[in-house]
């Protein structure tokens, strides 16, 4: 049973393009970026979307989240 289900991992990960794997992994380690500095939500949404960087949400993202969140008066 173990082997039958290994077996169609490959081959459905065979059938995937390469690139699309790495673009989920990378949109993968931008979420767990923007959690890991305290960000839930829209909130690490948005900031993955935002962001440059290759594998994490960058300084300069979360520069435009604190005025978005916190407008100066």
Do not use: T
Not at 5 to 25: G, H, M, N, S, T
Not at 34 to 46: C, D
Not at 49 to 66: E, I, N, T, Y
């Amino acid at each position: 049973m173990f082997k039958d289900a290994k077996d169609a991992a490959f081959r459905y990960l065979d059938a995937c393009p390469v690139e699309v794997i790495q673009r989920f992994i990378n949109r993968s380690f931008r979420f767990m970026s923007s959690y890991r500095i305290g960000l839930k939500g829209q909130a690490a949404e948005w900031a993955v979307k935002r962001q440059r960087q290759h594998r994490s949400v960058s300084a300069g993202a979360m520069m435009h989240l604190d005025a978005v969140l916190n407008p100066a008066d």
